[in-house]
């Protein structure tokens, strides 16, 4: 009996366990069947080990063929999961970089675990979580529905309400209401129960990742309208600014022809004072930089003022200075529209602006390039002639031969006189560099994918900053800085070159004439760039609130505020008849 039993544990025939006509599926149940009745059976020492062994050798095969099975298919799941959420991943580290580029360096380093402060609970820890029940209860709502559970769904939708309520606009566990903790735990038996009824870990993570797409696509959404709305502030001029315009305006033309003429005429052409140039639309805003200049210079009767407006601000212009006189400076104000020669068929980007195209690309909101990405192409300032006035320096001002060109979102913070003493080298342009590492080089402002720019300047060359330069009018005739700057605004009709402004012709026309002044006689960023170093800008000669949080709007930044504000009287009668205020 002991002896029959070895050819079927052997595997059949004497063949091997590996070998091809082994079948343990079909084995197995009569072996199992066998050790079942062996206690039956008379069974010698050595037939009792090797049954035992087979057992647990048939038992590990079986064990390990599972275990493989088991394996493969959690791979097979985990590269499943792993396609699919390959896109919710890259969508999650964009908005965690864009994020992290908001975040205000300045503050960084100020939190550690190891102060008092850390010791306790988070502020807003209730907050959180009864946001985190409300998302939770959400979910479950929707598979209630889904599974036609409207008793608990609509119970749901209650306790979501109540908690909505109580959280409101609450930033801080201070914030909320009394009756937050009963909220809670109301909330979180519903959630327990509905858990035990409706949860399955499949549909809750789809309803997450759906939730976490949704959210994603809502930040964007706003992150647009953001920018839009940043844009469209930064197009208009307060109704405060308006007013005063209009009420000057009308008392200027009102005034006898002969009272509005301004004196000192004989020093407008004089070579050996300080000149500027200041083109602007804005009342309030060129009064700033003529009084920071004057309350700032050694000197103030040897400086003179060139400024042009358009005609609509012209009467306004007037007449403020008029009454406000620039101390013993020289000051003279113009008509951009007065200068005949600047017309469409000497002036390209004239006859640019005028063209079918160009309204198109500004005044059809259906335009393919009218995304949030070019809304900062579409300032209405890009329009105004006032803009391009600055490459038409010798023809506005032929008896010069400098000239210090100013913005009129600057302050003025030193006397400036010591830049006419400044050797440009041969060079036309004296201006303050912005690059920084790889930011502000030439192509981050024009197309190096076009021949005509890749093949005449450095893509990493470093970029300039308008706002306060200097230029030597006499090395302009001679080089034709207003020839060089037609020639690229032709080449650039289309748009193909860069897209619109002043400053990449800017950089093309002055491409290897411009002398870089020292940093600290220009500060940039003060309409964009809350970080700025407040030793850097009261050590500087000029800071310019480039960017849109312009300083007369009220979406300026308030730390930098008040370098403008204090030039500004808000007790004249005008500037408080207009509501005007700091």
């Known amino acids: 009996m002991a002896t029959s039993q070895r050819p079927l544990v052997a595997g059949g025939g004497g063949r091997s366990a590996k070998g091809a006509g082994f079948r343990p599926s079909v084995l197995l149940p009569l072996f199992v069947t066998v050790l079942a009745c062996s206690s039956f059976l008379p069974v010698r020492g050595s037939d009792r080990i090797l049954i035992s062994s087979v057992d647990h050798g048939l038992i590990d095969w079986q064990t390990n063929l599972t275990r493989r099975k088991l394996n493969e298919g959690m791979q097979e799941r985990r590269s499943m999961f792993g396609q699919q959420d390959e896109e919710a991943i890259v969508r999650l580290e964009n908005v965690a970089i864009e994020r992290s580029k908001a975040v205000d360096s300045a503050v960084l380093g100020k939190y550690s675990i190891w102060r008092k402060e850390s010791e306790h609970e988070y502020p807003d820890a209730k907050v959180r979580f009864m946001r985190d029940q409300i998302i939770m209860g959400r979910i479950y709502t929707v598979l209630a529905k889904s599974r036609d559970k409207m008793d608990l769904y609509q119970e749901l939708l209650s306790r979501i309400k109540e908690s909505q309520r109580v959280v409101g606009e609450a930033n801080a566990d201070a914030d909320l209401h009394h009756s937050a903790p009963e909220k809670i735990k109301a909330m979180g038996q519903v959630l327990s129960k509905a858990r035990e009824t409706l949860y399955d870990c499949k549909t809750v993570t789809q309803r997450l990742r759906a939730m976490l797409q949704s959210a994603d696509e809502q930040v964007r959404s706003l992150k647009k309208q953001s920018t839009f709305l940043s844009q469209l502030a930064a197009k208009t001029i307060p109704n405060g600014i308006n007013c005063l315009s209009m009420r000057l305006t009308i008392d200027y033309y009102l005034l006898p022809v002969e009272k509005r003429k301004f004196p000192k005429s004989e020093n407008l052409e004089n070579p050996d004072f300080y000149h500027y140039a200041l083109f602007s639309d804005n009342v309030l805003a060129a009064s700033v930089v003529v009084?920071?200049?004057?309350?700032?210079?050694?000197?103030?009767?040897?400086?003179?003022?060139?400024?042009?407006?358009?005609?609509?601000?012209?009467?306004?212009?007037?007449?403020?200075?008029?009454?406000?006189?620039?101390?013993?400076?020289?000051?003279?104000?113009?008509?951009?529209?007065?200068?005949?020669?600047?017309?469409?068929?000497?002036?390209?980007?004239?006859?640019?602006?005028?063209?079918?195209?160009?309204?198109?690309?500004?005044?059809?909101?259906?335009?393919?390039?009218?995304g949030s990405s070019n809304l900062k192409y579409r300032n209405p300032k890009y329009l105004s002639m006032l803009n391009h006035l600055r490459f038409y320096l010798p023809e506005v001002y032929p008896k010069l031969d400098k000239i210090l060109f100013l913005d009129d979102d600057i302050v003025v913070q030193k006397d400036l006189t010591a830049l006419w003493s400044v050797d440009l080298n041969g060079n036309v342009n004296g201006a303050v560099e912005t690059c920084g590492e790889s930011f502000h080089r030439f192509n981050k402002?024009?197309?190096?994918?076009?021949?005509?720019?890749?093949?005449?300047?450095?893509?990493?060359?470093?970029?300039?900053?308008?706002?306060?330069?200097?230029?030597?009018?006499?090395?302009?005739?001679?080089?034709?800085?207003?020839?060089?700057?037609?020639?690229?605004?032709?080449?650039?009709?289309?748009?193909?070159?860069?897209?619109?402004?002043?400053?990449?012709?800017?950089?093309?026309?002055?491409?290897?004439?411009?002398?870089?002044?020292?940093?600290?006689?220009?500060?940039?960023?003060?309409?964009?760039?809350?970080?700025i170093d407040r030793a850097e800008i009261e050590n500087a000669a000029v800071v310019h609130y480039n960017g849109n949080m312009k300083p007369w709007l009220e979406l300026a930044m308030t730390r930098y505020r008040t370098y403008w504000t204090k030039y500004i009287n808000y007790e004249h009668p005008y500037i408080k008849a207009c509501k005007l205020s700091e």
């Open 445 to 531: 402002y024009l197309n190096f994918s076009n021949p005509h720019i890749s093949s005449n300047f450095d893509s990493n060359a470093c970029g300039w900053a308008y706002g306060m330069n200097m230029f030597d009018l006499k090395e302009w005739k001679k080089k034709d800085i207003t020839g060089i700057y037609h020639k690229w605004q032709n080449m650039n009709e289309d748009r193909v070159l860069w897209k619109l402004g002043t400053l990449p012709p800017g950089l093309l026309t002055f491409y290897k004439l411009t002398y870089p002044l020292d940093k600290s006689w220009h500060v940039l960023g003060l309409g964009y760039n809350p970080t």
């Open 291 to 370: 009084n920071s200049t004057i309350m700032n210079a050694k000197e103030p009767e040897k400086h003179v003022f060139h400024l042009v407006t358009d005609k609509l601000n012209f009467g306004a212009m007037n007449m403020w200075f008029l009454l406000n006189p620039p101390g013993k400076a020289t000051i003279h104000v113009e008509n951009v529209d007065d200068f005949k020669w600047l017309n469409s068929s000497y002036c390209p980007v004239l006859r640019q602006l005028e063209s079918a195209a160009m309204k198109e690309y500004y005044f059809k909101a259906d335009h393919p390039s009218a």
